[in-house]
C-alpha cells in the first residue's frame, strides 16, 4: 500500500513569489491535514481537510491556503512567501474523521531566497 | 489555544539504560495525547498513544503515561537501542477537533555504544 506522496520534495524560490505543494493521501484517507516544521517552532498545524471542506485552521496568515479535491488530493499554497516561510511542510493522512493515527509524507523542503 | 510543552530538548543515553521525555499540556479539554517518532530525512511515525480514559499505556519497551490532573504526561523507553536514536514528538488533541494535533518542540535522543 502506497504512503503519502508530497511534490515536490526540495524547492527553492525568492522572496515575493509564490508556491504550491501537492499531497496524495493513502487511498482511502479521507482527512488531510498540513504541518509546518521549523527547527525552533516544532510542527505547527496549519490546516485540516476532510471530504473537501476546510475543518481546523492554524494560527497562519492569509498567505497560507489550501483545498482539497474529490479524490482526497490535497494542495497547499503560499503567496508572496517570506525568508521565515523556509520550513518543511509535512502533509498527513488518517482514515478517520477524529483523532486517529495521521501518517506522514516526508514533506516538501521550501527555501526562500 | 492548547500549548504543549515538551523537555529535554536533547537527551543522551546509554544502550540499555531507559529514557523518559515529559509533556505538559494547557487545555483541559486534550484528550488525545499520541507520540511520534521521526528518523532523519523522514516524516514522523507515530508509536504510541493514549486516551484520557486510562492511565498508562504499554507496547514492547515504550510506554507512555498520563496525569490529566497535573495535565503532564510522559513517554518511557526502557533497554535502548541505537535505532531508537531520532527526534521524538508529543502532541495533544482533543475528541470534535477533528484531526488538529498540538505538538511538542521535540526531544533529539541519542542512544550511544
Known amino acids: 500500500k502506497a504512503g503519502v506522496t508530497q511534490t515536490p520534495r526540495y524547492l527553492i524560490k525568492t522572496r515575493g513569489q509564490q508556491v504550491t505543494l501537492s499531497c496524495s493521501p493513502i487511498s482511502g484517507h479521507r482527512s488531510v491535514s498540513w504541518y509546518q516544521q521549523t527547527p525552533g517552532q516544532g510542527l505547527q498545524f496549519l490546516f485540516e481537510y476532510f471530504s473537501e471542506t476546510q475543518r481546523n485552521k492554524g494560527n497562519f496568515p492569509g498567505r497560507f491556503s489550501g483545498r482539497q479535491f474529490s479524490n482526497s488530493r490535497s494542495e497547499m499554497n503560499v503567496s508572496t512567501l517570506e525568508l521565515g516561510d523556509s520550513a518543511l511542510y509535512l502533509c498527513a493522512s488518517t482514515i478517520t474523521g477524529n483523532t486517529g493515527e495521521l501518517f506522514f509524507g516526508e514533506g516538501s523542503r521550501l527555501t526562500v531566497l | 489555544g492548547e500549548n504543549v510543552e515538551q523537555h529535554p530538548s536533547t537527551l543522551s543515553v546509554q544502550e540499555g539504560d531507559s529514557a523518559v521525555i515529559k509533556c505538559t499540556y494547557s487545555d483541559s479539554a486534550s484528550n488525545y495525547f499520541p507520540w511520534y517518532k521521526q528518523e532523519l530525512g523522514k516524516g514522523p511515525q507515530l508509536i504510541i498513544d493514549i486516551r484520557s480514559n486510562v492511565g498508562e499505556k504499554k507496547d514492547q519497551r515504550i510506554a507512555v503515561t498520563l496525569n490529566k490532573t497535573a495535565k503532564h504526561f510522559s513517554l518511557h523507553i526502557t533497554e535502548t537501542q541505537p535505532e531508537d536514536s531520532a527526534v521524538y514528538f508529543c502532541?495533544?488533541?482533543?475528541?470534535?477537533?477533528?484531526?488538529?494535533?498540538?505538538f511538542g518542540t521535540g526531544t533529539q535522543l541519542k542512544v550511544e555504544l
Open positions: 502532541a495533544a488533541g482533543y475528541t470534535g477537533g477533528g484531526n488538529k494535533l498540538t
